[in-house]
């Protein structure tokens, strides 16, 4: 098979799964009486890559890889590689390591419960393994995990001094590589053009001369989307002002926008990827 120069990657959540503590209404205990809308969702986009002929690597949440095994069945059937995206969508900071590697552990069983040959790669709910959890990846590389997505090179949920492309970082447990999103320079910040709400206002052009500097400089880029961003009629809910703006700012028309940006450029899972020096 031939290296994708990028790696296209998909949380698979529910449109609940919303990283706001105190937010009653958005406990997981109450999550089962929440209108469920992944199926729909998760088949907008399996549909959407099918006619970009673009394969993924999704990171399920192990919560909804056990109500809806036959949807992981579905990514799997279509060609896409399974990754962790926890099991009970929590924040890694809040966590510590003997809570996060139950957690870890749950999404394992449920994934492969619902069909994925293994799972080696993990990314964490809002990009929380940052300087307040870089126990976590002892933890993943302890527990088998080789590929971590789960950093990001911006201010407010990682650090801008993280490596924006990816690298291999040492654990007390062995090297674990690390596969950062897709960020830019603008207005002398940087933006998460290859993810939330930085994906969903920029234009395609501008997100696929982003894409085309960095593999004309030897490296891939990484984007990523979750199901709920498509959803023709999101459920609304009431959020803090930040996750209120990350959550629903520019949903409209983004199918299209990313359909664009799939077809114009070279695509696959994390898996098949270029491998960059150092990795
Ligand atoms: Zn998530």
Redesign the pocket.
């Given at each position: 098979m031939t290296p994708s120069r990028n790696a296209f990657t998909v949380?698979l959540?529910e449109w609940f799964?919303i990283?706001a503590s105190g937010l009653d209404a958005l406990d997981p205990d109450h999550w089962d009486r929440l209108p469920s809308r992944v199926d729909l969702t998760t088949k907008l986009l399996l549909d959407l890559l099918d006619a970009a002929h673009v394969r993924a690597t999704f990171?399920v949440?192990g919560w909804v890889a056990e109500r809806h095994p036959g949807l992981v069945a579905a990514v799997r059937a279509a060609g896409h590689e399974i990754g962790s995206?926890?099991h009970l969508?929590r924040r890694v900071y809040e966590l510590d390591a003997a809570s996060f590697r139950t957690d870890l552990r749950a999404s394992v069983r449920a994934l492969i419960e619902a069909g994925a040959p293994t799972v080696t790669m993990y990314?964490a709910?809002?990009w929380s393994i940052n300087d307040r959890s870089l126990w976590a990846l002892d933890v993943l590389t302890d527990e088998g995990v080789r590929i971590d997505a789960s950093m990001a090179p911006v201010k407010l949920v990682g650090s801008v001094r993280y490596p924006r492309y990816p690298h291999v970082r040492s654990t007390r447990a062995g090297p674990i590589t690390e596969v950062p999103p897709l960020v830019a320079d603008r207005f002398r910040h940087v933006m998460p053009i290859g993810w939330g709400w930085g994906l969903r206002m920029s234009s395609p052009r501008r997100v696929l001369r982003t894409i085309d500097a960095a593999n004309r400089a030897g490296l891939p880029a990484v984007l990523t989307v979750?199901p709920w961003e498509l959803d023709p009629h999101p459920p609304r809910v009431r959020l803090p002002a930040r996750l209120q703006f990350a959550h629903y700012f520019c949903l409209g028309g983004f199918a299209n926008r990313l359909s664009e940006v799939l077809r114009q450029a070279s695509f696959g899972p994390i898996g098949d990827m270029t491998p960059v020096s150092g990795t």
């Open positions: 949380d959540e799964h990283c990171f949440v995206h926890s969508h990314r709910p809002e979750h």
